[in-house]
């Protein structure tokens, strides 16, 4: 081995689970390489510091990754540790997606509030609240989806203060207004919260994010070390699923986010080769739930690029069959909302 091999730094943003994620990387990457150094770093970003702006409407997702993605480009650090929802689908110039990992969640699930009962039996799903329950979530895709089904339901924004610990604090408080919390599932378990899971909510009820569950390891784009170090972290299931729900996605976003839900399955081959069946579900839900256009396409892919090209088949299905109307109305009533105080999540 060579005495030369430079100190691989792995950075993310600051946040807790940001920090829990990029320690699994970690682990990973030290047992995959146990004679290498490597180091983290962890940085607020601007959509950190300042929660409060309505940056999404103004910048688009690119917030949470701007600041590390100069750092990486800059040479400060080696690999960036993102969840993979949180990752722009078009990335910087000289920035590349190195590997992303297998994702073991991929869907919401419903966290209700402690002691939370009706006629004295325990709440445990969306079906046994009872009509005027307030759900806590900022998530148009989630709000958008659930209204079709739970029209009397309510579904109110969760200030995205504190950790998780803070909010699921805010929740099991008796004078607290949420029955129950929607919650990405994987950062519910990460954090060590998967007790408090009463239910899952699976598509068709509730499409979840693209790239939801899985994480994501950007590197620059001509590091030829960190590509390689990147293979031993690579699930290429995950992988090609997720880059099929991304294309998807950057065909239909045009550069905004959009209430876009999707379910993939990917049933590899017999043998020990890279390829399978790939089948893949998108929706775009109006923002009040009234209209929801729903495609689902299937096909052998044998490399990355043949699921990405599933996925931009998806996208185009989806706005010949009534998308383009939908998201036409979403960006006009995102640009009436640039201004208004608001936060994005997805
Ligand atoms: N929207 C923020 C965000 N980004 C990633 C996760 C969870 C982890 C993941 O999806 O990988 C969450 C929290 C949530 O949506 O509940």
Known sequence: ?????????????????AQVQTNIVLDVLKSAFPGRDFGTSFMSTQGDKDQSQALYLLEGKSFW??????????????????????????????????????????????VVKKGYTINGKQVHTLD???????????SVRRVAQLKRRYSDLIFKDVPKRGNLNTRLSKLDDPNGPYAALILAKAGLVRLGFGDRVTSDILAPT??????????????????????????????WQTSWRCLAERACLRILEGGCSVPVGVHSELVPSPGDVREGRLR??????????????????????????????????????????GGRELLDEITKDREQRVGQVNEREN
């Not at 993102?82 to 190195?98: F, I, N, R, Y």
């Not at 009872?130 to 806590?136: D, F, L, R, S, T």
């Open 1 to 17: 081995m060579s005495v030369e091999q430079r100190r691989i730094v792995l950075a993310s943003r600051a946040s807790q689970l």
């Open 65 to 110: 990754t701007k600041e590390l993605e100069v750092a990486l480009l800059e040479g400060e650090v080696d690999m960036l540790i993102h969840s993979l929802k949180d990752v722009p689908t078009t990335l910087p110039e000289g920035c590349a997606l190195g590997a992303i990992l297998e994702r073991e969640h991929g869907e919401d699930s419903l």
């Open 128 to 138: 046994d609240l009872p009509p005027g329950a307030v759900i806590g979530t900022s």
């Open 206 to 235: 509730l499409f979840h994010a693209v790239g939801q569950g899985a994480l994501a390891v950007e590197i620059r784009a001509n590091d030829v070390e960190a590509h390689q170090l990147c293979d031993a972290l690579t699930h």
């Open 280 to 321: 893949l579900v998108g929706t775009i839900t109006a923002i009040d739930g009234q209209r929801h256009v729903e495609r689902e396409i299937d096909g052998e892919v044998s490399s990355p690029e043949h699921a990405d090209e599933l996925g931009t088949q998806l996208a185009k299905a989806l706005i010949a069959t």
